[in-house]
């Protein structure tokens, strides 16, 4: 609003002016400025795109017997996860815990009654190698894969132990279920303490995302 200012008989309008910004008061509101609308419509995607679903992965070890057993299911339909179980590519890509041991080569999979496998892992911390292997005693495409399992040089091939692998789908989604019986609860108790859980547990998360990835391929 003007103020009159008196002065030698005349009355002089004056205005009184903003001092002008500094051009970098100008840059910084106008960063945060496009720095908000960027986050609410950050925000407003998070919203709205679906939630990825949390993993169903379960370990359980009966007190009845010395076993290990693993479930979880796939939103996928059987053959997708059977190919991803049974194919050496893909099988490179998820078998063994990427974090400390991942697979480097797979030597071999003959997936037939008494066709062998052996997996070659590298253990990240020693850079050693750790070797997986055994033969398979029943192959039922998409429905069970049953196998002796194996460490080289932890203990002589007539101790490994069997493992039973089953695939059922029911809606279009896979249920999944591994069952492993070990000699006795001392060397249950003994594979426990190796970390397998956590190695088990890391590449079926693994598995789970190769399967999605090749879902969303196909789709």
Same mark, same amino acid.
């Given at each position: 609003?003007?103020?009159?200012?008196?002065?030698?008989?005349?009355?002089?309008?004056?205005?009184?002016?903003?001092?002008?910004?500094?051009?970098?008061?100008?840059?910084?509101?106008?960063?945060?400025?496009?720095?908000?609308?960027?986050?609410?419509?950050?925000?407003?995607?998070?919203?709205?795109?679906?939630?990825?679903?949390?993993?169903?992965?379960?370990?359980?070890?009966?007190?009845?017997?010395?076993?290990?057993?693993?479930?979880?299911?796939?939103?996928?339909?059987?053959?997708?996860?059977?190919?991803?179980?049974?194919?050496?590519?893909?099988?490179?890509?998820?078998?063994?815990?990427?974090?400390?041991?991942?697979?480097?080569?797979?030597?071999?999979?003959?997936?037939?009654?008494?066709?062998?496998?052996?997996?070659?892992?590298?253990?990240?911390?020693?850079?050693?190698?750790?070797?997986?292997?055994?033969?398979?005693?029943?192959?039922?495409?998409?429905?069970?894969?049953?196998?002796?399992?194996?460490?080289?040089?932890?203990?002589?091939?007539?101790?490994?132990?069997?493992?039973?692998? @089953?695939?059922? &789908?029911?809606? %279009? #989604?896979?249920?999944?279920?591994?069952?492993?019986?070990?000699?006795?609860?001392? /060397? =249950?108790?003994?594979?426990?303490? @190796?970390?397998? &859980?956590?190695? %088990? #547990?890391?590449?079926m998360e693994q598995l789970g995302q190769l399967v999605?990835?090749? /879902? =969303?391929?196909?789709?």
């Amino acid at each position: 609003m003007a103020r009159p200012i008196e002065g030698a008989g005349n009355v002089i309008p004056f205005r009184r002016k903003s001092a002008p910004k500094p051009d970098w008061i100008a840059a910084y509101v106008r960063f945060w400025t496009e720095s908000l609308d960027q986050l609410t419509a950050y925000l407003d995607k998070l919203q709205t795109e679906e939630k990825p679903q949390m993993s169903d992965i379960k370990f359980d070890y009966p007190k009845d017997e010395p076993s290990m057993i693993c479930t979880r299911s796939f939103d996928a339909p059987v053959s997708l996860v059977w190919k991803v179980f049974t194919t050496p590519e893909h099988v490179a890509r998820w078998w063994g815990p990427q974090s400390f041991a991942p697979v480097r080569k797979v030597d071999k999979l003959e997936l037939r009654t008494g066709g062998k496998w052996r997996y070659v892992c590298e253990h990240l911390s020693t850079k050693g190698e750790i070797v997986f292997y055994g033969t398979y005693v029943d192959v039922v495409p998409e429905k069970k894969l049953a196998n002796s399992f194996g460490v080289e040089g932890q203990f002589p091939a007539d101790e490994a132990f069997p493992e039973v692998h @089953t695939f059922e &789908e029911r809606d %279009g #989604r896979t249920y999944y279920k591994s069952y492993s019986l070990l000699p006795n609860f001392e /060397a =249950r108790d003994a594979v426990i303490a @190796t970390g397998m &859980e956590k190695g %088990g #547990r890391e590449s079926m998360e693994q598995l789970g995302q190769l399967v999605d990835e090749l /879902a =969303r391929e196909l789709a």
